[in-house]
């Protein structure tokens, strides 16, 4: 772990004061007062928008109420107002997945529970501690059609979807299905493949189905992953496909192996990546959260890092907004992250081909009948083009 007098280059009085309360809930740093090593009290306000832009708000506020942290009346008021809707999102979230996949079992249809408010139940002190923004669901790609029809009877109501006559190409390049349940205000989302075509290859839902495990919580009982697959399954999003430009994702991390010290010891981790060409993004994102929370890594799992790296994890504004083939800042940062260069000429490779390739926007906005669908890989770069010309930030 990184002394955080060392860290004041890098970071911000503001930025410090976030990863002095991490580093209080995973290692033991010790209630040190913030000013021993900022030069001046913090904004609490812009304290408040990092954490806002990070996803951390529930988690820092249980830190500062922990501790008995003297902090300022009206930011702790805010997190503790953060806390208590998210504790209650959480909860709806939570007997929402039971419902879900009780429903689908009954069909035949097997479905996993990760991230979200099935990893803050598994991993957290108590489940209103991390911000939940969807559920995410592994499915076979055989059963997205039931799925799909099941969520339809149930009246969740489409958002990222395709019509089904173009399923199947759909589900061979892009990842999920989203679809937004009016009743529980959240979206779920429906995942074949953990990424993108153009992100890379990644373990499929059968490489996982051996793994599953119930898993019962005051909320429900659902299927979720044993440990080290689960862990797999959330480095995909963390690690390998947003390379950790969320502390969110640090402290998911960091909870996972708080309470599974020897988790990274199973050689399927490391092989997994060996295998997938992520060997590089995964242990420098674990030495970035050893080195940031004090989480114990094996030499095995370690690797030198920059100023850079430790900088992405707590960037404001966050350091990669639009993880995307057409981002030129997310294009360089995954070439930097790539394991050797045949991995790199296969990344710009893929990205390239990805502006002709329909995504669910393109064949919604076209609408065409299945017969004129080559027309949509013309179609798709102008499109493209158009909506680059006129996009206006947000003020």
């Given amino acids: 772990m990184i002394p955080l007098k060392e860290l004041a280059d890098t970071y911000s009085n503001e930025q410090l004061f976030l990863l002095q309360l991490c580093r209080l809930y995973f290692s033991g740093f010790g209630k040190t007062d913030f000013h021993d090593f900022a030069a001046s009290p913090p904004d609490w306000q812009l304290v408040y928008k990092i954490a806002m832009a990070h996803g951390v ?3 820092i506020y249980d830190v500062i109420l922990k501790y008995d942290l003297d902090v300022d009346t009206g930011f702790k008021s805010r997190l503790e107002n953060d806390h208590r809707v998210m504790l209650q999102r959480n909860m709806m979230q939570a007997i929402l997945t039971t419902k879900i996949t009780t429903g689908l079992k009954d069909l035949g249809i097997t479905v996993i529970a990760y991230k979200g408010t099935a990893l803050v139940s598994r991993y957290y002190d108590n489940i209103g501690m991390r911000e939940s923004i969807d559920i995410d669901l592994i499915a076979s790609r055989t059963d997205i059609g039931k799925i799909e ?30 679809y937004r349940v009016p009743k529980y205000d959240c979206n779920i989302e429906i995942h074949w493949s953990l990424l993108n075509g153009f992100a890379g290859k990644y373990p499929p839902f059968e490489f996982f189905k051996p793994h599953i495990e119930p898993y019962k919580q005051a909320y429900g009982e659902y299927a979720v992953l044993s440990p080290p697959f689960d862990f797999l399954a959330t480095i995909s999003n963390h690690l390998v496909k947003d390379m950790g430009t969320r502390f969110k994702y640090m402290i998911d991390i960091a909870c996972i192996l708080k309470k ?29 959260v050893s080195s940031l929370t004090g989480v114990d890594i094996p030499p095995s799992c370690s690797t030198t890092i920059k100023s850079e790296d430790l900088l992405v994890p707590l960037q404001y504004p966050v350091a990669l907004s639009s993880l995307q083939f057409n981002n030129i800042r997310f294009l360089k940062h995954s070439l930097r992250s790539q394991d050797n260069i045949v991995n790199k000429a296969r990344f710009l490779l893929r990205s390239f081909v990805y502006f002709f390739i329909p995504s669910y926007i393109d064949i919604n906005t076209f609408r065409l009948p299945i017969f004129l669908f080559p027309l949509l890989f013309i179609l798709r770069p102008f499109r493209l083009l158009f909506e680059k010309i006129n996009f206006r930030p947000k003020k």
């Fill in 57 to 59: 708000r529930p988690f």
């Fill in 149 to 178: 029809d099941y969520f339809i009877a149930s009246g969740y109501i489409p958002k990222e979807t395709v019509p089904r006559n173009y399923l199947k190409f759909y589900q061979g390049f892009f990842k999920d299905m989203v």
């Fill in 260 to 288: 599974y010290p020897a988790l990274l010891d199973d050689p399927v981790i490391l092989s997994t990546a060996v295998k997938f060409g992520f060997k590089k993004r995964l242990m420098k994102g674990l030495s970035v």
